[in-house]
C-alpha cells in the first residue's frame, strides 16, 4: 500500500505522501478479496500450470542457416500465460525441482487468515515471466514506536517458480511515514517458516499452524529493539562512522568512485538530519537505521523502480545484508 492508503489516528502524520512502497510497485491491490482464491483471480494468479520441459530444443541462427541442438541435460520451467494464453519460459531449473503451483498454497493462505485476523493485501509477480512472486496480508496488529512512529505488519507468501528460493512466509513491516521496507533480521525471533514441497496438504496446515506463533512473536522483538534504537542518542558523527562500516567503501576509490560516495552521502546526511520522515525520531539510532532504509528503498541507484523495489522484498542480498549490519551496530550502542 501507498502512504496514503493507510488509516492513522490524528496523531500520526504522513511524512511522504504518495511515495509508492514496494508492494504497490509490484503488486496489485486485493484488499477486497475474502479467500485466497478470490485474491489470486484478482491478480491473475492462477491457472499459470507451471510445468517442466526436458530434452529442450535450442534454435540457432547464422550465416550458415538454423541450426537445431537438443540439451538432453536441461530442464526449463514453462508456465502459461494467464491473459494471452501462451507458453512462457520461466527459468531453468535443476534435475530435483518440482513445480509447484501457486493456488496449492490456497488452503495454507486461507486458515494464516482466518488464525490471525488478517486482511489480503497485494499479490504481484515479478522477474522473469513471474518467476518470482508474492502474496501479502495486513496483520491487525499496528505497532507505533515511542507512540508515534507508526508500522504496518505484514505476514507474506514469497515464492518462485525458478528454484531461485524455497516458498515460505515472511513476517515484516512498513513503516507509515517513508514506506520503507523494515527487514530487521533480529537474533533469536523466528521471521520466517519454509513450506514444504513434499508434504500433504494436511500435513503442511498443520506445520504452518503449529509455527504461525513463532513467527508473531517476531512483532514484539521488532517493537523492543526499534524502541531501543529510538532511545540511544546518535550524533551525525557516529551515523557517518556506521555508515562507512554499512557500505564498505574501498580505500582507495576511484575518481568516479568517490564521487558516488560523496553523492550518496550527502544524500544519507539530508534524511539523517533534514527529512521530514525522521522528524518525530530526529538525532536517535533509530532515526539512523531509517535514513538508510530509506536511502536503499528510495534513493539507492537501480535499473528501475521495479527492480529496486525487487531487492528491497527479498529476505537476502545487498540491501537486507546492509539493513541487518547497520541495526547490529546501532544497538551496540543502545
Known sequence: MTVLEI???ETTARRAPGRPDAWTILGSDVSAADTAR??????????????????????????????????????????????????EYVGRVGNQYTAVQIEDHEDILDMVRRESGATFHKVGAYGRNGSRYFISMTLPRVVRIGGVDEHRMHLTLFGSHNGSSS?????GSTRLDCGNMQRLIISGAKHKYSIPHTASAPVKLAKVQKSLATLFDWQDAFEREAQRMLDTPLTLGQFEKVVTRVFDDPAVPSKTQ?????????????????????????????????????????????????SRAARSLADSGAVTQRKTDAYKLLTLAA
Open 258 to 306: 568517490s564521487k558516488n560516495i560523496r553523492t550518496r552521502n550527502d544524500v544519507l546526511r539530508s534524511l539523517f538530519e533534514d527529512a521530514a520522515t525522521q522528524e518525530t525520531i530526529r538525532g536517535t539510532a533509530w532515526a539512523g537505521w531509517n535514513a538508510i532504509g530509506e536511502y536503499l528503498d528510495h534513493f539507492a541507484s537501480a535499473k528501475s523502480d521495479s
Open 38 to 87: 478470490e485474491a489470486l483471480e484478482m491478480g491473475h494468479m492462477r491457472g499459470w500450470n507451471v510445468r517442466l520441459w526436458s530434452d529442450t530444443v535450442v534454435r540457432h541462427m547464422d550465416e550458415s542457416g538454423v541450426t537445431e541442438l537438443t540439451m538432453p541435460d536441461t530442464r526449463a520451467a514453462v508456465r502459461t500465460n494467464p491473459l494471452t494464453g501462451a507458453a
Open 167 to 171: 516458498n515460505s512466509l515472511h513476517i
Open 7 to 9: 488509516p492513522t489516528s
